[in-house]
């Protein structure tokens, strides 16, 4: 069974970091993309980064862009999410998600809350 | 990067069928066949109904159908049922390697 589990979240100060993690299994975590999408408080989804299968591609929505940072180690089976600079707006449910092709997000994780508040 | 266009809300009863319309531009969904729904019932995680404009993933029932027009995208439910009830977001992929979803809509089964 495909299972993506997504921790980190919590409460942070406006201007602070998290790290956020996405551990999987049931799959070979290794020859897919993955994605982190975000949903705030009765909220749309929003796109927010994307990593390819070996690291070389990655991409930031232009609202997270030089804020944060995607990363994976395919050797545990996770991906990441460094968030650094942390706004107000930055508040909301992440998910992880795989991608099997382009723009296309299979399988979710239940998501993590980050809430930015002082 | 402004959202897709959708409808805020769609409505039908139990057996009839509804259209839920998507509109971008031709950097992404009249530019790439790249387009994606996705069903979301409250406090749950999305889950993937259509991808690459029109086809399901396995187990996504053959009531759900999507197609492409232009710059719109749309998604067709036909026999509603109850448990069709949830919010629907499309999505695209765009020219610039970003994926843009639409501000979703609320499908209610009267």
């Known amino acids: 069974e495909v299972q993506l589990v997504e921790s980190g979240g919590g409460l942070v100060k406006p201007g602070g970091s998290l790290r956020l993690s996405c551990a999987v299994s049931?799959?070979?975590?290794?020859?897919?993309?993955m994605n982190w999408v975000r949903q705030a408080p009765g909220k749309g989804l929003e796109w927010v980064s994307s990593i390819s299968s070996g690291s070389s591609y990655i991409y930031y929505a232009d609202s997270v862009k030089g804020r944060f940072t995607i990363s994976r180690d395919n050797a545990k089976n996770s991906l990441y999410l460094q968030m650094n600079s942390l706004r107000a707006e930055d508040t909301a449910v992440y998910y992880c998600?795989?991608?099997?092709?382009?723009?296309?997000?299979?399988?979710w994780g239940q998501g993590t809350l980050v809430i930015v508040s002082s | 990067q402004s959202a897709l266009t959708q409808p805020a809300s769609v409505s039908g009863s139990p057996g009839q069928s509804i259209t839920i319309s998507c509109t971008g531009s031709s950097s992404d969904i009249g530019g790439h066949d790249y387009v994606s729904w996705y069903q979301q019932h409250p406090g749950k995680a999305p889950k993937l109904m259509i991808y690459d404009v029109s086809n399901r993933p396995s187990g996504v029932s053959h009531r759900f159908s999507g197609s492409k027009s232009g710059n719109t995208a749309s998604l067709t439910i036909s026999g509603l049922q109850a448990e069709d009830e949830a919010d629907y977001y499309c999505?695209?992929?765009?020219?610039?390697?970003?994926?843009?979803f639409g501000g979703g809509t609320k499908l209610t089964v009267l």
């Open positions: 999505s695209s992929y765009r020219s610039n390697n970003t994926v843009v």
């Open positions: 049931g799959f070979t975590f290794s020859a897919y993309g």
């Open positions: 998600a795989t991608a099997s092709s382009v723009g296309v997000f299979d399988t």
